[in-house]
Nanobody, 127 residues
Framework: QVQLVESGGGSVQTGGSLRLSCVYSGYTNNLLRLGWFRQTPEKEREGVAAINQIAGGTPTYAESVRGRFTISVDSLRKTLYLKMDSLKPEDTAVYYC???????????????????WGQGTQVTVFS
């Protein structure tokens, strides 16, 4: 079992920045895959950014956030981060941290393979 607890959401003006944090705990090792997803009432859950392993992992980004968002992991603090810069109103959503262990069967931003989910944190970008 893996537990995930997010924090860091809030409201920010267009062009501003936020950093989301996700503390992970439980049974974890370097094969833990971690990702950030977001969802609004109008859209399906969307993969934002993911990393294929805790140490020395390769990040993957959705086209809509590439160059603006940065995913990173602090393995000592067991914390996953999502730094979001140049925020836009269309980034408004509930953001979820997610994780799974084992082989990667689909593109890393495919939410179907993630077994563990945090409670979500609201990000609101106003113009």
């Amino acid at each position: 079992q893996v537990q995930l607890v997010e924090s860091g959401g809030g409201s920010v003006q267009t062009g501003g920045s936020l950093r989301l944090s996700c503390v992970y705990s439980g049974y974890t090792n370097n094969l833990l895959r971690l990702g950030w997803f977001r969802q609004t009432p109008e859209k399906e859950r969307e993969g934002v950014a993911a990393i294929n392993q805790i140490a020395g992992g390769t990040p993957t980004y959705a086209e809509s956030v590439r160059g603006r968002f940065t995913i990173s992991v602090d393995s000592l603090r067991k914390t996953l981060y999502l730094k979001m810069d140049s925020l836009k109103p269309e980034d408004t959503a509930v953001y979820y941290c997610a994780a799974f262990m084992g082989p990667i069967k689909w593109p890393l931003l495919n939410h179907q393979q993630y077994h563990y989910w945090g409670q979500g944190t609201q990000v609101t970008v106003f113009s």
